[in-house]
């Protein structure tokens, strides 16, 4: 059974997630996304900063600006996956507020909205959340429709890196100088009231390395002040050991006695101990042994934060051929959904 803290995790229907580049951020956001969908729900996983990761995640061809249906599970929950760009973003809010048509291309053409989401950050990141803003509010019917119902269940958002997770959030503050007032300020209020929900967490990804695990801790404080709802921490590419504790207790010891040991049982296994063989070999266990250590340690220093903590395997073949499958079913077992 999971926890209780956990087990908050299944009521919210945005989730967030961000880390330190090289995480593995983006195969967690679709990990999550795929593991909710096979609950039956209806499932958008986006993402905003153009890399097409949750592409080749899926394999499938590069992802639009037009939302496109990734995984039919049997359970009858749908998988949906969207590239934000914030250059048809604005092209799109222009339409909305403005009608502009014809004008907007125009605009495009002489490279005003490319000077407007670049000369204004916090522009871009309205118009970025925006997108999730609007597709979180859909009615079951599409725009316009009375009903009542929503068109997804949940969402998934693969959010920048921490570095810039924080202002890419607040898009509040990110308009103080640029937008007091206006159609623009006031979607910003809007985006800000969802971000900040309860049905909202933001989940932090990390490695059991010293600087993720840093920047993880940093990065969570930064959330918090921003008045967003702290989700799980989520470590992955958990490695597991290799080494017995009988093992890693002679590794402790001298060389002396390693070495005798590693010939007997090299010996006894039908192989000849040479030289370069036997050291190599303790040079191995004894770098596994120092990884283990400090996966140990960082665990703690992650533990120590207060929030629930979620594992995920290193897959040694990657995500290809069902990766992400299994790393959903071990979400769905620590009671994501």
């Keep these: ?196 929900d309860r049905r909202t967490l933001v989940h932090m990804v990390t490695l059991l390395e010293e600087m993720p695990v840093q920047e993880s801790l940093d990065g969570l404080r930064d959330l918090a002040d921003a008045q967003l709802h702290l989700g799980a921490i989520i470590v992955n590419q958990i490695r597991e050991p290799y080494l017995s504790p009988t093992h890693l207790e002679v590794l402790a010891h001298g060389d002396d006695e390693l070495d005798e040991t590693l010939r007997e049982q090299l010996t006894a296994a039908g192989l000849r101990p040479t030289n370069p063989m036997v050291t190599g070999l303790m040079r191995e266990g004894r770098d596994h042994a120092q990884r283990l250590a400090l996966q140990e340690a960082m665990a703690a220093e992650i533990a120590d934060a207060g929030r629930p903590v979620l594992e995920l395997p290193a897959l040694t073949g990657g995500v290809e051929d069902g990766g992400i499958g299994v790393l959903a079913d071990e979400l769905l077992e620590q009671g994501v959904a």
């Design 1 to 196: 059974m999971p926890s209780p803290a956990v087990a908050d995790l299944a009521s919210a229907r945005l989730h967030i997630v961000t880390g330190k580049g090289g995480v593995g951020k983006t195969t967690v956001a679709a990990s999550l996304a795929l593991a909710l969908a096979t609950t039956g729900k209806r499932v958008l996983v986006i993402e905003v900063e153009g890399r097409q990761g949750l592409s080749q995640t899926f394999d499938v061809p590069p992802l639009g600006t037009e939302e496109v249906r990734l995984v039919q599970h049997h359970s009858g929950g749908e998988l949906w996956g969207l590239s934000v760009d914030a250059k048809a973003a604005l092209l799109e809010y222009l339409q909305l507020f403005y009608k502009l048509g014809r004008a907007g291309s125009a605009l495009e053409k002489v490279g005003a909205i490319d000077f407007a989401t670049t000369i204004a950050p916090g522009v871009r990141d309205v118009l970025l959340t925006g997108k999730v803003y609007e597709a979180a509010g859909r009615p079951r019917g599409g725009r316009g429709s009375k009903q009542k119902a929503l068109h997804y269940d949940a969402l998934v958002l693969d959010a920048p890196p921490t570095g810039r997770a924080v202002r890419f959030l607040n898009v509040n503050a990110g308009l103080a100088d640029v937008a007091k007032v206006g159609p623009i300020r006031s979607q910003a209020d809007s985006i800000t009231s969802m971000l900040r």
